[in-house]
């Protein structure tokens, strides 16, 4: 849009000479006479030249105008042009909201440090326990008491009721399910079945059936329904019993194959190396 020249402090636009030609004295010949006028017509070669001297002294005017606009001392004209200030553009961007209060602020940032810190702990805190579930992380104090005697008990045993024996079942290998497949038939049996969840050790024979002394009974009974088991003593005072499945274990001895006549408990490899190390549940 063309600024008014007036508005900017700047010449007024120069007026334009009348159409008509030139004459030696400088006033302007009259141009062509409409009918029943007594001026002397001019020809269509006089009124083109007319035309063209008004076109350039137009240009003329225009050029020293804008030249005008680039030499002007007003700070909002550069170049001929507008320049946008800060009351116009806050005319135009207006502020919509005050500055928050920093006292609020404080508190919003406070606030969302410790939601930020509880999800972290509870997503840590589900880690863990999934950790800890699968046998992927091993505590020193969640471990089982599995110290070995040093040589095996030469008691003989009478074969106990499975009505009277307490077993834990734990499954030490990659196969899913085998801990609760077991301790549903042993409860099938008759056997009182306690804990049943997955556990690693460093047992490689078919099982390793762990007591205390005053379990050793118990063990003679379990290790007459699962075959080629070693027994391991530890210090535990009950008369509970731990069956560790181990990569070697099959299958349990069918019910109506179980020898109960009495006799000694199995452990050919009875030695500390040899004891089932137990970790946390998995």
Same mark, same amino acid.
């Given at each position: ?122 997503? +840590?805190?589900? #880690?863990? =326990?999934? !950790?800890?579930? %699968? @046998?992927?992380? *091993? ?6 008491? /599995? ?31 085998? +801990?609760?497949? #077991?301790? =549903?038939? !042993?409860?099938? %049996? @008759?056997?009182? *079945? ?6 690693? /050790? ?36 009950? =008369? ?43």
């Amino acid at each position: 849009m063309t600024k008014d020249p007036t508005a900017l402090g700047l010449p007024p636009k120069p007026q334009l000479p009348p159409a008509g030609r030139s004459t030696p004295s400088g006033s302007a010949e009259p141009g062509p006479t409409e009918p029943g006028s007594t001026a002397p017509a001019v020809g269509a070669k006089g009124a083109r030249k007319m035309r063209g001297a008004q076109r350039q002294a137009e240009k003329r005017a225009l050029r020293a105008q804008r030249r005008a606009l680039r030499r002007s001392k007003d700070v909002a004209v550069f170049h001929g042009h507008h320049v946008v200030s800060g009351p116009d553009l806050q005319q135009v961007f207006a502020p919509t909201q005050e500055l928050e209060n920093p006292i609020q602020f404080r508190h919003r940032l406070v606030h969302g440090v410790i939601l930020t810190a509880l999800a972290a702990l509870v997503i +840590a805190g589900v #880690v863990f =326990a999934m !950790l800890l579930s %699968r @046998g992927d992380l *091993v505590l020193p104090f969640g471990q089982s008491r /599995t110290t070995a005697a040093l040589a095996c008990p030469a008691a003989t045993f009478d074969y106990p009721a499975n009505k009277d024996v307490r077993v834990n079942v734990y499954n030490s290998t990659l196969r899913e399910g085998l +801990a609760s497949a #077991v301790a =549903a038939e !042993l409860k099938n %049996r @008759g056997f009182q *079945v306690g804990t049943v969840a997955n556990k690693t /050790t460093n047992y490689t024979g078919p099982a390793a059936i762990v007591s205390g002394a005053a379990g050793q009974s118990a063990a003679f009974n379990l290790q007459r329904n699962l075959a080629g088991t070693d027994y391991v003593q530890d210090d535990r005072s009950d =008369a509970s019993v731990d069956v560790y499945l181990a990569s070697g274990f099959s299958e349990l001895v069918a019910a109506s194959k179980v020898d109960q006549t009495p006799g000694l408990l199995s452990c050919p490899q009875m030695s500390p190396s040899a004891t089932p190390s137990a970790t946390s549940q998995r």
